[in-house]
């Protein structure tokens, strides 16, 4: 066994660091989107300059992968190097409740800060109080704020708009607040007083062409590669791939399966030939990290969806074979299937999440059919990935 891990590490490789290609990764510099973070700064020039609270917010939105979420933590990571300001960045998917969200803003104070027992309002307070005390500045992300929306109802909003409005007397004014959404027309889901802490400070990323694909590729060849070991061919042609979708996430990632499929065949070089096959095996709309933010139930109504799809010439299944399915997947798991209501609730938050193709109306109504397909990813290949990420757990 030793031999096999001393010929496994003394196998040249492509990489000089894999971390820059991971997706959480925040690079110094963001290559064609300066003029963004600039407007980003511009909005809050006010609360930086002279320290004082905002009464403004902004919104970031713009479709997968534009590069929404890098850009808010880099405006972060320039902020906290100022004395005073905190950046707090919360994924609203993972916390989708008011409670939740804030808890986990609080945890940045306090990390022991209890799950339970305190009600939203008495939460911000002590958020405000803890500000107070280290006369500190926040500026807090709701990234995906469409998911707490659409769990939390409009009443956060109105709780939110209230962090950065007045009305909460002495405590005024210590948070700013960056929204970040894949909706464009999101502004119009805000009620009015948080609407108007908008005015137009709206940044809408568009989707990235070829060559500005290309010059974020060039940055993480530079980062994670040895000189020397990929082509320019082969950026170009991730370039020209991941064009159609105009998505950094997936161009990255084709780079890296490429670079490992270079490894995987000892070649020194990464050539179009593995940013082909890196192609053939990523599908952009089922990504390893959207399965780990979805429930046990979510998986298993989304293999259920698979496994009909898989065996069918149809291009459609309806909710109603999709239950009966999801029971069986349920049983096979030795787990409880869960009720009507959630069973609507997991299929339209996979729509949302572009996960499924589906037209769901109406909330979790009785006897409403609506179809269901996956988007352009093989249903086989699906499966074997959801049970593959079952195993695992
Ligand atoms: N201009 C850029 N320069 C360098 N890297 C970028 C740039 N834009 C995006 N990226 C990288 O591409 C990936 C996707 O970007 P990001 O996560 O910000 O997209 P997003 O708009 O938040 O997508 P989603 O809607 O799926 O959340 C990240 O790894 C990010 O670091
Ligand atoms: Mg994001």
Redesign the pocket.
């Given at each position: 066994m030793d031999d096999i891990l001393r010929d496994e590490l003394n196998k040249p490789t492509v990489f000089k660091d894999e971390e820059p290609l991971q997706?959480e990764?925040?690079?110094d510099e963001?290559?064609?989107?300066e003029e963004e973070l600039r407007k980003l700064v511009r909005v809050f020039r006010d609360v930086i300059e002279k320290r004082v609270g905002s009464t403004q917010s902004a919104l970031i939105t713009?479709?997968?992968?534009?590069?929404?979420?890098?850009?808010s933590k880099k405006f972060g990571k320039m902020i906290e190097d100022k004395k005073g300001f905190d950046y707090v960045h919360i994924n609203c998917r993972r916390y989708n409740t008011a409670a939740l969200a804030i808890t986990q803003v609080l945890r940045n104070y306090d990390e022991k800060f209890p799950e339970r027992g305190y009600s939203v309002e008495e939460m911000l307070r002590s958020l405000f109080n803890m500000l107070k005390v280290r006369d500190k500045y926040l500026f807090l992300a709701l990234?995906?704020i469409d998911f707490l929306v659409g769990k939390s109802g409009p009443e956060i909003l109105y709780n939110l708009s209230r962090i950065s409005d007045d009305s909460v007397g002495d405590f005024k004014n210590r948070i700013s607040i960056i929204y970040?959404s894949?909706d464009t027309s999101f502004k119009n889901k805000l009620d009015e007083s948080t609407k108007s802490t908008l005015r137009d400070n709206l940044i809408d990323?568009s989707q990235?062409n070829k060559s500005e694909l290309i010059s974020?590729l060039n940055?993480r060849v530079k980062l994670a590669f040895n000189p020397g070991t990929v082509s320019d061919n082969s950026v170009e042609l991730i370039g020209d791939i991941a064009s159609e979708w105009g998505d950094?996430?997936f161009s990255?990632e084709l780079l890296w399966k490429a670079g490992k499929k270079a490894d995987s065949e000892a070649e020194e070089r990464v050539t179009p030939e593995h940013v082909r096959w890196a192609k053939a095996e990523t599908h952009p709309e089922i990504r390893e990290e959207i399965l780990e933010d979805l429930s046990k139930n979510h998986l298993f109504v989304l293999l259920a969806i698979s496994r009909l799809l898989k065996g069918t010439e149809k291009a459609y299944v309806t909710t109603g074979e999709v239950k009966e399915h999801y029971k069986m997947v349920c049983e096979e798991y030795k787990e409880k299937a869960r009720g009507h209501t959630q069973f609507w609730h997991y299929l339209k938050e996979m729509g949302n999440l572009g996960v499924i193709d589906s037209s769901i109306s109406g909330e979790g109504e009785r006897g409403t059919t609506t179809m269901i397909s996956l988007p352009d990813i093989p249903a086989k290949m699906l499966e074997e990935k959801i049970e593959r990420y079952l195993q695992s757990k």
């Open positions: 997706f990764y925040v690079p963001l290559p064609e989107r713009g479709k997968v992968g534009t590069g929404k979420t890098v850009l990234d995906e970040i894949r990323l990235y974020i940055q950094a996430r990255i």
